[in-house]
Structures are given as structure tokens and as C-alpha cells.
């Protein structure tokens, strides 16, 4: 892609479970960040919807994509340009397929974290465009192992930081070509496998604080997972 703009693909807001983020804070923070926009990717849940198409309007330099980031039965999913969540727990093709049947796009979240990502057998057979080879909050080997399969199958790549902090949002992100100026024109890009994720993976040192902030959320929720 000769000029491009880039979008932080894996946001999560007060919707989620384990994120306090506002949406209108992370609008504020993407020109620091060189972004020219964010998808919202709550974890099974679209109501942060309204508020963003809301926020569309006041912010229209921005691209402000909805999404979700589904836990299906194999793994974390993320589904792009649906307006309303999946059912949670069902297989991640099964899952996928719904999502391209409701007008979206479905591409696997950090598919080789030892937690919630669906692994190599599934990353290399579920139906999808593209897969999340850069996310933020994952290793070095795990995101390179993404971006193998997705070369190998020739399939677009995707980046998102999966921040759930201000301070990690961008850190991960996807290039779109610069002619893209619509919600529309994002999920057509990634359909016909024209995206390109890029960013820094996480250390082990931030994958050790991380864990531990996992793990303190998750006994605030009585052990549920998300």
C-alpha cells in the first residue's frame, strides 16, 4: 500500500468486563496515536453501539468501526460491521458463518495466545478473510505464528492493540489503503483480503502484569471467564 491509514482494530470499552475505558476517551486519544480510527470490540455485547454511531457524527475525521469480540467454543473471534452480538459458545466456523450471513466480517483474535485464541488447526481451516497476526497484548512467537498461516492460506493479516488501558491503545494496528473513507469501504477492504496488521507485540514483562490484572478482574467477577 503506497499512502495508507491506520486503524487499531481491537478496542474495548466500559462494555467489557475487565475495561473502564470510555468510548469518547479512546476517540481523544487517536490522533496522539496517529490512528485515524478504532473498532469497538466488546466482549459479546453491541451496547456500546448506539453511543459510537452517535459519536460519528460529532467525530466524522474518524472511522469508527463496531465490532465484536465473540468467546466461542474454540476461541475468541472477532466480528466486524454486525449490529448485533453472535451467540457466544457456539464453534468458531459455525460462528463465522453467522457473521458473513448478518453482513459482517469474522476474523480470528490473537488465534496462537494460550488463552482464548482457537489454535493452529482451527486458524488454518476456520472461514475467515483475514486473521489478527498483531495484536498488542500477545508474544512475539505467537503473533509471527499468525502471520505465517495467514501467508500461507493468502489470507489479509489485521492488527489491534486488544486494549483494555488507554496507554495500549495503537500499539497494534491495521493499514488500510487511504481511498478508504467509509464504514463500508473498511469491511469491504477486509473481505477481499486487503488489510495489513502491523505494531509491537507485547514482553513477557507486560505479559506478567497483565496476567495479574487478569487474574484479580476475574476473582472480582467470581471466577467467570469472559
Known amino acids: ?107 480470528p483474535a490473537h488465534p496462537f495466545r494460550w488463552s482464548h485464541g482457537i489454535g493452529r488447526a482451527l486458524a488454518e481451516t476456520v472461514p475467515a478473510p ?13 503473533n509471527l505464528r499468525a502471520e505465517e498461516v495467514a501467508a500461507r492460506r493468502r489470507l489479509g493479516t489485521t492488527g489491534g492493540s486488544d486494549a483494555h488501558q488507554l496507554r495500549d491503545l495503537g500499539r497494534c494496528y491495521t493499514e488500510f489503503d487511504a481511498s478508504a473513507t467509509t464504514v463500508d469501504d473498511l469491511l469491504e477492504a477486509i473481505r477481499t483480503r486487503r488489510t495489513v496488521g502491523d505494531g509491537r507485540s507485547m514482553p513477557w514483562t507486560g505479559r506478567v502484569r497483565l496476567g495479574v490484572r487478569t487474574g484479580l478482574l476475574r476473582v472480582g467477577r467470581g471466577l467467570r471467564p469472559i
Open 130 to 142: 483475514a486473521i489478527e497476526a498483531r495484536n498488542g497484548h500477545t508474544s512475539e512467537v505467537a
Open 1 to 107: 500500500m503506497s499512502e495508507v491509514v491506520r486503524l487499531d482494530l481491537h478496542v474495548h470499552s466500559i462494555h467489557s468486563p475487565d475495561s473502564h475505558l470510555a468510548i469518547e476517551t479512546i476517540i481523544g486519544r487517536l490522533a496522539y496515536q496517529g490512528l485515524r480510527g478504532f473498532a469497538l470490540t466488546d466482549h459479546n455485547t453491541v451496547r456500546g453501539h448506539a453511543e459510537l454511531a452517535d459519536l460519528r457524527t460529532r467525530y466524522s475525521a474518524y472511522l469508527l468501526l463496531p465490532g465484536v469480540e465473540v468467546s466461542t467454543a474454540d476461541g475468541h473471534l472477532l466480528a466486524f460491521g454486525v449490529s448485533e452480538a453472535p451467540p457466544p459458545h457456539r464453534g468458531v466456523a459455525e460462528t463465522a458463518d453467522w457473521v458473513r450471513a448478518h453482513g459482517g466480517e469474522a476474523v
